[in-house]
Structure formats: C-alpha cells, structure tokens
C-alpha cells in the first residue's frame, strides 16, 4: 500500500465532487491524523465526514474513532455519546470490540472527572 500525506489526502478532498465521495475523503484525513496521534486534527475531519453523510458500516467506524479521539482529547462525556451513536448501528464484531474497551475507558475518565469536581467543590 502507497504511503499517504496530509498533502494528497487534503488535495484528494478538493478534487471529490459527490457528497459520500467527499465524505469518504473526509474520513481517510481523520484515520491518518488519528494514526498519526493527531487526534485533535482528526476530530473535524470525522464531523464533517459524517455531516455529508458516510455509508452504514463507515459510519458506525467514523463515530467509534470520533469517540476515541475524543476521550483521549479530554471529553469523555461527548465520547460516550458518539460511541452510543456507533455502538447503535455497528455490526462489525471488530468494531463492537473495540467500543466495548472504548467505553470503559470513557467510563473511568468520566468517575476521574465526577471525583475531581467533588473533591474541588468541597475544598470550596
């Protein structure tokens, strides 16, 4: 397989015509970001993916890495709504697999997050 840049999956964006071509696109940026541990880069590439509308299965893959990026980015509460999203429409067993780590990962940062503003608001 050809190894890609940011470069040519950007130029393979702007050169998609169709909405589910363009959205495609948007999600192959997002995957390679994310791969990259670029997760903050990744984000508004998978929310723009699936505003123009990815088919089911890639679509079930964009929310569940989406969730991801966004756990590690600091927002486990929107993570665990888009990996309900994902977790609602996957069928991929991979998938579902990895949204079951997925969520108790987003589960711990959420009591991590819960214990904290307890603990800070007692301080108070």
């Known amino acids: 397989m050809r190894r890609r840049s940011t ?18 696109a948007y999600f192959n940026l997002g ?13 508004p590439n998978y929310v723009k993916a699936l505003r ?3 088919p089911h299965a ?12 966004l756990c590690k980015t600091g927002a486990p509460g929107a993570a665990m709504v888009r990996l309900n999203q994902s977790a609602r429409i996957a069928t991929d067993p991979e998938v579902l697999k990895f949204l079951t780590g997925l969520r108790r990962r987003i589960a711990t940062r959420l009591r991590r997050t819960f214990r904290a503003a307890n603990s800070s608001s007692r301080e108070a």
């Open 31 to 43: 995957v390679f970001h994310d791969n990259n541990s670029r997760e903050r880069e990744a984000i």
């Open 52 to 54: 123009l509308g990815l």
């Open 7 to 24: 470069r040519q999956l950007e130029d393979a964006i702007a050169a998609t015509r169709g909405r589910r071509e363009k959205a495609l």
């Open 58 to 69: 890639t679509r079930a893959e964009a929310l569940a890495w989406l969730a991801s990026s």
